[in-house]
């Protein structure tokens, strides 16, 4: 695969910047990290459709809340918390570092691409990838947890108007946001780090799997309390997923001080940051790291 298209002479700045956008997404879809990816997007789906498969109804169980919860567990605690961080520690911790070892990186910027540019173009192309299997996804684990029940007849399991739907749309919003936050933040570990793969797991673990998880204000600083605060702003109903008392929910996901604004916040101060080390410091394998 080549990007001879790229040519500064025939190629107007905008169109080499179409092209690298075109670039990048053929060439994820030939890296074997794609099939990682579908996978472990797939894996929420397969829980549920193994949950319905062996669950039994019992006497006086509510059908329309066994739905409910059939559909958002698996979405909030497996794949905006776990699925979402890794396909973007997958794809953005080797977003630029992979182009140094392979030539890539220094062929684009011989072609008077500016790092930056290359750096932006980049990102985005790996965010609508992302965001379009992400999308997919979540449409298919809809149709399984939700596509066989009938509404007007179940009733709402907490109230009187249920709109499914609704929150499904709630999901769709959020995703590019969440997904474009973790893959800033990966990509500008990918670019400050040595070893990207060891940095990034542990970024993953301490920061979004434990501090986040914390009653404490630091976890206002973690990108996993910001995109539940999102959902919480639009889907209260949540609350009943977790077993803390009401008033704490409410103290730790408050309405009006977190959540897409905040989630955008941190994609442009992540990419801020890596695009002035993109200009800063040369950028060579030995530095660049995509483990």
């Not at 379009?132 to 009938?150: C, E, N, R, T």
């Not at 570990?189 to 998880?213: H, Q």
């Amino acid at each position: 695969m080549t990007i001879a298209s790229i040519n500064p002479i025939r190629t107007s700045q905008p169109q080499a910047m179409f092209a690298l956008f075109g670039f990048t997404v053929r060439q994820a879809f030939c890296q074997k990290k794609i099939w990682f990816t579908l996978f472990l997007l797939a894996v929420p789906i397969g829980l549920t459709a193994l949950v319905e498969s062996v669950h039994v109804p019992q006497p006086g169980e509510n059908p329309a809340k066994v739905a409910w919860e059939l559909y958002h567990i698996p979405v909030n605690f497996f794949f905006f918390m776990l699925v979402v961080p890794l396909i973007c520690m997958l794809h953005g911790g080797a977003l630029i570092g992979a182009d140094a070892e392979s030539g890539t990186l220094a062929y684009l910027l011989t072609r008077k691409l500016r790092r930056s540019t290359v750096l932006l173009v980049k990102f985005f192309a790996n965010l609508c990838l992302l965001s379009a299997l992400a999308w997919s996804a979540l449409i298919i684990q809809y149709l399984v947890a939700l596509g066989g029940v009938d509404f007007t007849t179940l009733g709402n399991p907490y109230d009187e108007t249920w709109h499914p739907f609704a929150e499904f749309l709630t999901y769709l919003y959020v995703t590019p946001f969440a997904i474009a936050a973790y893959l800033s933040v990966f990509v500008l570990i990918g670019l400050v780090a040595a070893r990207t793969l060891i940095t990034s797991i542990l970024y993953l673990v301490i920061v979004e799997m434990f501090l986040a998880n914390l009653p404490l204000g630091i976890r206002v600083y973690s990108i996993a309390h910001q995109v539940r605060s999102a959902f919480f702003k639009k889907i209260p109903e949540l609350n009943s997923l977790y077993e803390n008392v009401t008033e704490m929910l409410d103290e730790s996901f408050m309405v009006n001080h977190a959540g897409i604004e905040t989630l955008g916040g941190i994609v442009i101060f992540a990419l801020a940051l890596g695009c002035l080390f993109m200009s800063a410091r040369e950028l060579i394998p030995a530095k660049v790291s995509s483990d």
